[in-house]
Nanobody, 124 residues
């Protein structure tokens, strides 16, 4: 599975931005997909994930109520809608996928496939 992330850019605080991640193969083989981010000097963190078949989602506390992850099985994409952006959301954002069914998808090490990062910069 190859993943291609897009949609990053420079926005102002309070603005919205949508990220998209396209998979090169049928997402039938995906158990879950997630969005991570890594700010300068910080570790990569999982901010949102979705179980592909059920649509069950999980979010990191700081983005709950502001970000929404979704998937499209026809287009083989997973998206992240980001609203009410804050300067502290500035980071490189990565999409990733878990292929092992029934396992965990809440930790960085659970993810087998990674897209390249896309930079999101939020100015104050």
């Amino acid at each position: 599975v190859q993943l291609q992330a897009s949609g990053g850019g420079l926005v102002q605080a309070g603005d919205s931005l949508s990220l998209s991640c396209a998979a090169s193969t049928r997402t039938l083989y995906m158990y879950a997909a997630g969005w991570f981010r890594q700010a300068p000097g910080k570790e990569r963190e999982l901010i949102a994930a979705i179980r592909w078949r059920s649509g069950v989602t999980l979010y990191e506390d700081s983005v709950k109520g502001r970000f929404a992850i979704s998937r499209d099985g026809v287009k083989n994409t997973v998206s992240l809608q980001m609203n009410a952006l804050r300067p502290e959301d500035t980071a490189v954002y990565y999409c990733a996928a878990v292929s092992k069914y029934g396992g965990s998808y809440s930790k960085t090490g659970d993810y087998d496939y990674w897209g390249q990062g896309t930079l999101v910069t939020v100015s104050s």
